[in-house]
């Protein structure tokens, strides 16, 4: 017998089930939603150029916190680092024009 189709996604909910019918695995992938509150909060503040430690005490958190806010938001932009994020939100117009400008 032969398969012609080696992959195949269904959506179901919030989870992706990813199919290797040669094998037959299933692996199971989160969907990762939009940015939450907080981590726009965080995103915000990085666009402005403010260091992490002076972002945790702004949003009364501490440093392991903005980094962990910071992985996730690399994550779901797609980027690897603060330059490539901050040039994300200000391309995709993720953060308005006014809150990317110091005052």
Do not use: W
Not at 2 to 7: C, D
Not at 67 to 73: D, P, R, T, V, W
């Amino acid at each position: 017998m032969v398969k012609i189709f080696s992959f195949v996604n269904i959506k179901t909910d919030d989870l992706f089930y990813l199919f290797n019918l040669r094998r037959d695995k299933v692996i199971m992938k989160k969907k990762k939603p939009g940015l939450t509150e907080r981590q726009m909060d965080v995103l915000k503040l990085m666009v402005l150029g403010i260091r992490n430690n002076d972002i945790g005490k702004q949003l009364c958190i501490c440093n392991s916190t903005v980094k962990a806010h910071l992985s996730e938001i690399y994550e779901k932009l797609g980027v690897k680092n603060r330059t490539e994020a901050t040039r994300m939100a200000i391309l995709k117009k993720i953060i308005p024009p006014q809150d990317s400008e110091q005052p």
